[in-house]
């Protein structure tokens, strides 16, 4: 019965629709024929699909690099007051990878830098160089306190050199001579999103020196590559944007050996403050102070002594970042 009477409704139907329907005068006044009005009535019991499309998946990364490069170049002819023409370069990278969800979170970081001066007539000296990887986990323990493994690695790339008055150049670095391994086990405290603070109760600390002409001037025995300490480690970082385009970072590594003379603090504290000219152009200072009892120092006289490292870069040039970079 029903297969027979459907051929009928759906010609009437298609008839309704695509049929012009010429409106009488009495029609005109009531604007719709009855064909229109049974097609209204037809129609409004179709509901149309809405078509929602589904949330996008949560990102729980955060990824971001800081591109950096400072050059300043001098030329000199026939110049009286005397002097080199010069080319100096500064180059400095840093990216970070993080991952957070309400529970834990994995924080790392690569920072590259190099630097040299090239005086026309003097020689090719080296003014910055690091390699540093640093890597952090974290499990809430607490509303603001995770249970943490912090790991820090940090060398040089390139031969350095010391540069006494009168005298040839002295060999003071390499490539793995030395270079730092640590980890550390213990609590991180975050108080807010600027404030960082780690405190390791276990944690230990390896230095590798490869040649054996400096591994007394960094704390190894002679005839070891690689010396091991044990210890506490307390670690502070702070980021903020204290002004306008103008932000502060800066960390404090404090590692105290209970294999060694305990009393004695290894101190590592990097400042970096960054001021914004535009896109493409800013200005910045980085330092860097160090000591540690362990690495000896020459001074102008060659005589050999625990001392406080300092350096200070203060750059003016192209910057560029790449993702959602914070310092």
Do not use: C
């Amino acid at each position: 019965m029903y297969k027979r009477i459907l051929p009928y409704i759906l010609s009437l139907s298609l008839l309704f629709i695509f049929t012009p329907v010429t409106l009488t005068a009495q029609e005109k006044k009531s604007e719709l024929s009855v064909g229109h009005e049974l097609s209204i009535i037809i129609a409004s019991n179709f509901k149309i699909p809405q078509l929602t499309p589904p949330p996008p998946k949560p990102n729980y990364w955060k990824k971001g690099t800081f591109l950096q490069l400072g050059f300043s170049q001098m030329a000199l002819s026939n110049w009286s007051p005397g002097g080199y023409s010069s080319v100096a370069l500064n180059a400095y990278v840093n990216t970070y990878a993080n991952y957070s969800v309400k529970t834990l979170f994995w924080e790392s970081r690569l920072q590259v830098a190099y630097g040299f001066i090239q005086s026309f007539g003097d020689r090719y000296k080296k003014s910055d160089d690091k390699f540093i990887i640093d890597s952090k986990f974290g499990y809430k323990a607490w509303d603001k306190l995770f249970a943490s493994a912090i790991f820090n690695f940090r060398t040089q790339m390139a031969t350095g050199f010391d540069y006494p008055k009168n005298a040839d150049p002295r060999l003071v670095s390499a490539p793995f001579s030395p270079a730092y391994i640590s980890l550390g086990l213990g609590i991180d405290y975050k108080p807010n999103k600027t404030l960082s603070i780690t405190f390791s109760p276990l944690a230990g600390n390896v230095v590798i020196v490869q040649l054996p002409e400096l591994r007394k001037k960094y704390g190894n025995p002679i005839d070891q590559s690689t010396a091991l300490k044990l210890g506490a480690q307390l670690k502070m970082d702070y980021n903020k944007n204290i002004m306008k385009n103008v932000n502060l970072s800066t960390s404090a590594t404090f590692f105290s050996d209970f294999l060694g003379e305990a009393q004695n603090i290894k101190i590592n504290w990097d400042l970096f403050i960054d001021a914004k000219i535009n896109k493409f152009f800013s200005t910045n200072i980085r330092t860097n102070l160090i000591y540690d009892d362990d690495i000896l120092i020459a001074d102008s006289n060659g005589a050999l002594a625990p001392r406080i490292q300092f350096k200070e870069i203060l750059s003016v040039g192209f910057q560029y970042t790449f993702g959602e970079f914070k310092k």
